[in-house]
């Protein structure tokens, strides 16, 4: 048995939970983001996956910066977090046509 007894069990099914990689949606104001290959625990029954507190983070962050666009569906990839956790390499959203 591994992991921390509250990251064990998927709190919607009970199920045990697994680290792996997820595509994880968000909802924002005005687009909706999914957020590709996200380092999440999920659930090996219903398969919901779950961000633990320093990839939330990161996705928050993430998120942050992307306030200002105007796109319905965007698709994005979780950024690396071998490098510095200070580095931000987020700025891909600036390449994206913001009016
Ligand atoms: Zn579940």
Same mark, same amino acid.
């Given at each position: /048995?591994?992991?921390?007894?509250?990251?064990?069990?998927?709190?919607?099914?009970?199920?045990?939970?697994? +680290?792996?990689?997820?595509?994880?949606?968000?909802?924002?104001?005005?687009?909706? &983001?999914?957020?590709?290959? %996200? +380092?999440?625990?999920?659930?090996?029954?219903?398969?919901? +996956?779950?961000?633990?507190?320093?990839?939330?983070?990161?996705?928050?962050?993430?998120?942050?910066?992307?306030?200002?666009?105007?796109?319905? %569906?965007?698709?994005? #990839?979780?950024?690396?977090?071998?490098?510095?956790?200070?580095? /931000?390499? %987020? /700025?891909?959203?600036?390449?994206? #046509? &913001?009016?």
């Amino acid at each position: /048995m591994t992991g921390k007894p509250e990251n064990d069990r998927c709190p919607l099914c009970g199920g045990r939970l697994k +680290p792996g990689l997820a595509t994880v949606p968000f909802l924002l104001p005005n687009a909706t &983001v999914l957020i590709k290959n %996200v +380092p999440a625990i999920i659930c090996s029954s219903c398969h919901e +996956p779950y961000t633990t507190g320093k990839v939330t983070d990161r996705i928050i962050d993430l998120l942050n910066s992307l306030r200002g666009l105007q796109a319905e %569906v965007l698709v994005l #990839p979780y950024p690396e977090l071998k490098s510095a956790p200070t580095l /931000m390499p %987020v /700025m891909e959203a600036h390449a994206w #046509p &913001v009016t």
